[in-house]
């Protein structure tokens, strides 16, 4: 994310998600796991994109996570790099992988539907769709807790 979208959504996930559970920064997921053994292409791939313009972006809506709630991004360039790398590593991919995600930023999680639903309520009255910034992609080690950054690139174009 761009510094100040970063800031903000950050901001939002401290103060919404339990502390406990909290052990990432605020952040949009295109994939839950690729194998270790790809890295080195995954890091040249998203050097590669990076290359070019930064994808355009949305914050389009809250949306309700079940036990949590995020901000919906629409970002058909992002899903295009999404879909890019999704063919790239067919036959690498987990089920949940395979399926097309809903690109969102979650600012809180784990928590009763109730909660959720509450805090739902109350980003809607104030929200806005307004552009949101993708400043560059990134690829992460799950340590068990907090994670090691393996690769990242910044948009250059």
């Keep these: 994310?761009?510094?100040a979208d970063f800031a903000w959504a950050d901001a939002l996930r401290r103060a919404h998600f339990p502390p406990d559970r909290n052990v990432l920064s605020a952040?949009?997921?295109l994939f839950h796991h690729l194998p270790p053994s790809a890295l080195d292409e995954v890091a040249r791939r998203l050097k590669a994109f990076c290359r070019g313009p930064a994808p355009g972006a949305r914050l389009a809506d809250v949306m309700m996570l079940g036990q949590g709630?995020?901000?919906?991004?629409d970002s058909p360039e992002l899903m295009a790099i999404r879909d890019d790398l999704a063919d790239a590593f067919t036959g690498l991919l987990t089920p949940q992988d395979q399926?097309?995600?809903?690109l969102h930023?979650?600012?809180?999680?784990?928590?009763?539907?109730?909660?959720a639903k509450a805090l739902a309520?109350?980003?809607?009255?104030?929200?806005?769709?307004?552009?949101?910034?993708i400043a560059g992609l990134a690829a992460w080690h799950y340590r068990g807790g907090p994670w090691d950054l393996a690769t990242k690139a910044m948009f250059r174009g």
């Design 1 to 3: 994310m761009g510094a």
């Design 27 to 29: 952040h949009i997921t």
């Design 69 to 73: 709630v995020a901000y919906r991004i």
């Design 99 to 102: 399926a097309r995600p809903r």
């Design 105 to 115: 930023v979650t600012v809180q999680n784990k928590v009763k539907p109730a909660e």
């Design 121 to 133: 309520d109350a980003l809607r009255v104030e929200f806005q769709p307004r552009p949101f910034a």
